[in-house]
């Protein structure tokens, strides 16, 4: 496997894999990264649809891009991912999965359509004061340590920064800006997360940070992601004859390690409560998703708060299968999974889904968002944060297109909430977010959009319906970790088995995005197979000099370098530099780019 850049190999067809009609394929898991393996397999490995085998535990594919309806409590949403024009393992993919609504157009040019007809951004993106604008008025307010220290981790290597956290390496000053506001809020990290992931996150995106206070970077699907785009990828596959099997539980796959050389020779599952077992040979490929944030969620509905009773720390179907995997190791090649797993109260947030059609919750929800949600376009543009929510919950919630569902009512609207912290009391409601019915979830938001207090009660009873999801690892990916903590995508050695999703590793690209899960299925199958075409590398937009002084112009709120605070030895130095590049192409740069006038 190789990565390449471009549209000689982006456009190019590979030829067949050799000897790719003997070999089978098993893949554990039907999230993004399992359903991109086998679009993989059948697009450009040309393996029969036939020999592919999906293996899914639950009775529904797509992993944690989930959706759906319980005719008895509600919508369900565990929670969805913003995407970028440069998804480029993504793109390459929904170019040729034709959609299930729109006749012989792509999931890819419907997506395109839809978002340059209706683009994103927000007209609000946090409020105070019960309902108030916050008035962030695209700001970041980065003090000069903190821009300094955001500087530093940029240029940071990874190796300086394994097992740090964010707080080991930025100021105190910097939780206070409105920088760390739409970070944390929009990306879900926290104070004690991975100082290695944030770096990753701001040199994949620094293209974006001019459209980070608004959102106008980002893309959404017009459904919910479940049916915009798992469910188009799983009618692929079956066209193309790729077998899919739900109820099937994998506790482990052996491996035998001789003198380095990796074999996966058995796979062991559970179906029907019977323990049975897969022979494998080296023409079997598997494809293990090792670790799920959204493993061993918990449910609640309108009247009843989730049952936490069954989370014990550290175990769920996919660590345990990821841990009976790295017992085998005899070194460090399948990973640490204990490093992600072992901390739920560092790693859980919650989510909830609440249904309404009622005007006047409707009405104070344009109040906010300026726009009508019935419209079908773009509502609030991405998360809206409750400021006065920080130290409680630190509640956010957002409306996408609607409907978000295509069974939902035409006159209903769905309302999708989040909360970083469930273990403190809310503003309204005196109690932990995981203690709460969905009744009381609603309150807590209707109470922060400004809804009259006497009316608050009746309306989350008899005016929304709630639902709830807690779930206690969806951040685990962002625990501080090393660089052997994540197994490689293909191990060392590895002869006919792969790790897959977001806890595997593959340089450059970000977890918690659509993106990172596919490009591991698309470098697993690429590797396995020899498929001799580019992978398309991560954008390098780090690398661009146009977009980093680009960046810098507005992570300094747009100002000109001699507005900013400088004391007399920077002036004087910057008073050279400027010299020094006058009437060459980099005083260009720095006039395009809005830093000098």
Same mark, same amino acid.
């Given at each position: ?40 397999l059948?697009r ?16 529904l ?32 993919v ?58 530093q ?20 000053s ?18 004690w ?49 790729v ?27 559970v ?28 449910y609640g ?31 460090d ?8 797993c072992? /901390? &739920? $109260? ?5 989510? %909830?889904?609440?249904?309404t059609?009622? +005007?006047? !919750?409707? =009405? ?47 006159d209903t609207?769905?309302?999708w ?5 469930? /273990? &403190? $009391?809310?503003n309204?409601?005196k109690? %932990? ?5 969905? +009744?009381? !979830?609603? =309150? ?60 595997? $590793? ?30 398309p ?17 507005y ?14 030895k ?19 740069l ?8």
């Amino acid at each position: 496997m190789y990565y390449s850049s471009g549209t000689y190999e982006a456009f190019a067809h590979p030829e067949k894999p050799e000897g790719v009609e003997k070999k089978s394929a098993y893949i554990i898991g039907t999230g993004l990264a399992g359903l991109t393996a086998a679009f993989y397999l059948v697009r450009d490995g040309q393996m029969p649809g036939n020999h592919i085998h999906l293996l899914e535990k639950l009775e529904l594919a797509g992993g944690s891009c989930d959706g759906y309806k319980d005719v008895h409590k509600g919508f369900y949403m565990r929670g969805g991912r913003e995407m970028d024009n440069h998804f480029e393992i993504m793109w390459d993919v929904f170019r040729d999965v034709p959609s299930i609504e729109t006749p012989n157009v792509s999931v890819l040019d419907e997506y395109y359509w839809l978002n340059k007809h209706d683009p994103n951004y927000s007209l609000c993106r946090a409020t105070v004061n019960k309902g108030e604008d916050a008035h962030t008025d695209k700001l970041f307010k980065l003090d000069k340590d903190s821009a300094m220290a955001l500087s530093q981790l940029f240029i940071t290597p990874e190796a300086n920064l394994e097992d740090k956290k964010i707080s080991d390496v930025l100021p105190e000053s910097f939780w206070e800006t409105n920088f760390w506001l739409y970070w944390q809020t929009m990306f879900a990290f926290q104070k004690w997360s991975s100082a290695l992931e944030m770096k990753r996150y701001l040199c994949r995106y620094v293209h974006h940070i001019d459209g980070l206070p608004d959102f106008s970077a980002l893309r959404f699907t017009k459904y919910n992601q479940y049916e915009s785009m798992i469910l188009p990828l799983i009618e692929y596959l079956k066209k193309h004859d790729v077998d899919v099997q739900f109820g099937m539980n994998v506790k482990n796959v052996i491996i035998e390690d001789v003198d380095g050389k990796k074999t996966a020779k058995e796979l062991i599952y559970v179906k029907d409560n019977k323990e049975q077992s897969i022979p494998l040979t080296a023409d079997d490929l598997v494809f293990i998703t090792n670790g799920c944030c959204t493993d061993t969620s918990c449910y609640g509905d309108q009247t009843h708060a989730p049952d936490l009773s069954g989370i014990v720390n550290g175990q769920g179907e996919s660590w345990d299968l990821w841990k009976n995997i790295a017992k085998q190791a005899k070194h460090d090649e399948y990973g640490h999974p204990d490093v992600f797993c072992s /901390d &739920t $109260e560092a790693t859980n947030w919650m989510s %909830a889904t609440v249904e309404t059609s009622n +005007e006047d !919750i409707i =009405q104070h929800i344009m109040n906010i968002c300026k726009r009508d949600p019935r419209a079908g376009k773009v509502t609030t543009g991405g998360i809206v944060t409750v400021k006065d929510s920080v130290n409680n919950w630190f509640l956010s919630w957002t409306i996408n297109r609607q409907p978000q569902f295509r069974s939902q009512n035409k006159d209903t609207v769905l309302v999708w909430l989040y909360a970083l912290h469930t /273990d &403190t $009391e809310g503003n309204y409601i005196k109690k %932990a977010m995981r203690d709460c019915t969905g +009744e009381e !979830i609603c =309150q807590e938001w209707l109470y922060h959009i400004g809804m009259d207090e006497s009316k608050i009660k009746d309306y989350s009873e008899n005016a929304c319906n709630t639902t709830t999801c807690f779930m206690p690892y969806i951040n685990a990916f962002f625990q501080p970790r090393k660089n052997v903590d994540r197994p490689k995508v293909v191990p060392e050695g590895a002869v006919n088995f792969a790790f897959i999703g977001q806890f595997a $590793e593959t340089p450059r690209d970000t977890i918690f995005t659509t993106e990172y899960s596919m490009r591991t299925g698309m470098e697993s199958v690429y590797t396995l197979l020899n498929v001799d075409r580019g992978v398309p590398e991560v954008w390098g937009s780090q690398y661009d000099i146009r977009e980093l002084l680009r960046a810098a112009y507005y992570a300094v709120d747009k100002k000109k370098i001699n507005e900013l605070p400088l004391n007399f030895k920077e002036k004087m130095l910057l008073k050279t530099v400027l010299k020094n590049v006058e009437g060459t192409d980099l005083e260009l740069l720095l006039r395009d780019t809005g830093l000098i006038e």
